[in-house]
């Protein structure tokens, strides 16, 4: 069994900042890329920016410049650090990873619950 668990959300004011964390734990035989995702009311669920093994980066255009999605391998943890936030950055996000568990050598995507970040002054 697989869990992963977000922390770090929160009521900010806009142009401040926050560190989102997602931590995967379980029976994890490795990882691969890992991410987060966003949804805000009325809305589709987006890519927010995602990070291969290596170390690779992709971010949505909405974010370039004022998010940094980092990792840490050893802990099978990601970051999303979040600076000069903006109205239109309140969502709810979700944490992702594909990663194969020694139950099974085929890799499968896992999901967070899911975490609140709301901007408002």
């Known amino acids: 069994q697989v869990q992963l668990v977000e922390s770090g959300g929160d009521l900010v004011q806009p142009g401040g900042s926050l560190r989102l964390s997602c931590a995967a734990s379980?029976?994890?035989?490795?990882?691969?890329?890992m991410g987060w995702y966003r949804q805000a009311p009325g809305k589709q669920r987006e890519l927010v920016a995602s990070?291969?093994?290596?170390?690779?980066?992709n971010y949505a255009d909405s974010v370039k410049g004022r998010f940094t999605i980092s990792r840490d391998n050893a802990k099978n943890t990601v970051f999303l650090q979040m600076n000069s936030l903006k109205l239109e950055d309140t969502a709810v996000y979700y944490c992702?990873?594909?990663?194969?568990?020694?139950?099974?050598?085929?890799?499968?995507?896992?999901w967070g619950q899911g975490i609140q970040v709301t901007v408002s002054s």
């Open positions: 990070i291969s093994y290596g170390g690779s980066t």
């Open positions: 992702t990873a594909r990663l194969s568990t020694w139950s099974s050598s085929i890799s499968d995507d896992y």
């Open positions: 379980g029976s994890i035989r490795s990882t691969g890329t």
